[in-house]
């Protein structure tokens, strides 16, 4: 899965139980590396794997539901949905239903984007709003939760794209990539840097996958690499000589070379999530024209 997968699912549901303070070069390339998607839909189940401090959480169980699909001519489109109970102890307990969508052109320069969030099923937070590169700039106009016009540097990347670089890179030998990425996360108002880790390849037929992935007989031919994505907020020239930052939120998980991810780890700094993938789809790539 390319994972462009809504960072913010977490936050509202969070807030909700007093816990919202844990969390959070040049141009764009043009779209010419030869990655091919893959189109599938996958299903992956949550659970808690560490807990730290007082603010940790106690329990927490849920589910991810990821259908992704396109070309580089037609764009790319993903359907997404997370449903998590949250349990924190003392704080009591929060089911966080997330349903978004999204499309992005395979050339990397316009990402529209749709989400709903919902807390004990009352909704709590929508985004809808469109992304396109012109000329030295990223503007982005939203339409919810407010009517606004924002500005980003033409490096930002979108999330297909960054899963594109992020393969191309690995498939080079590199193990470090840094750049900002818009995702329309954070109420579509905010940009992040990202700082990508790859670590060595995975050969076809080493480490042998313990889930769905085995189930399909493609996926044994592929490469795959671990990865592990850290966001950072943005930060002033000030605040950049204060000292080393620390990410809100890092994701890791194994990238084959068609994009389908799996072995998630989510970590939210006081406590980390595992995603199991316990269904995957996977269907032919329609060829461009």
């Not at 929508?126 to 012109?134: F, I, M, S």
């Not at 606004?148 to 498939?171: Q, Y």
């Not at 072995?263 to 406590?271: G, I, K, R």
């Amino acid at each position: 899965m390319p994972l462009p997968v809504p960072r913010n699912w977490l936050l509202p549901a969070l807030a909700a139980l007093g816990l919202a303070a844990v969390l959070q070069p040049a141009a764009a390339a043009p779209a010419d590396g030869k990655v091919i998607f893959a189109p599938h839909r996958a299903v992956y189940d949550l659970k808690l794997k560490t807990s730290r401090g007082t603010r940790g959480m106690e329990a927490v169980r849920g589910r991810i539901l990821y259908d992704f699909g396109g070309n580089a001519c037609e764009g790319y489109r993903l359907q997404f949905r997370q449903v998590s109970q949250l349990n924190s102890g003392s704080g009591g307990s929060v089911l966080s239903d997330l349903s978004a969508t999204s499309w992005e052109d395979g050339r990397a320069k316009t990402f529209t984007f749709n989400s709903e969030n919902r807390l004990n099923e009352r909704t709590s937070e929508v985004v809808d709003g469109r992304a396109e590169r012109t000329g030295n700039t990223v503007k982005v106009t939203l339409r919810k939760p407010k009517r606004t016009t924002l500005r980003f540097p033409a490096d930002a990347v979108f999330p297909t794209e960054h899963m594109r670089r992020i393969i191309l890179a690995a498939r080079q030998g590199k193990s470090i990539l840094q750049f900002p990425v818009y995702d329309g996360s954070d109420n579509g108002e905010k940009l992040y840097n990202t700082l990508t880790v790859i670590g060595k390849p995975i050969a076809a037929g080493d480490k042998p996958p313990d889930d769905a992935a085995a189930e399909i007989p493609e996926l044994a031919g592929l490469t795959r690499w671990p990865v592990t994505i850290s966001y950072f907020e943005q930060q002033s020239e000030k605040e950049q000589h204060q000292g080393e930052q620390t990410p809100v939120y890092a994701i890791g998980f194994e990238l084959y070379e068609n994009g389908i991810s799996r072995a998630l780890l989510l970590d939210y700094t006081n406590f980390t999530l595992t995603g199991k993938m316990t269904s995957l789809e996977v269907n032919k790539a329609k060829p461009c024209k």
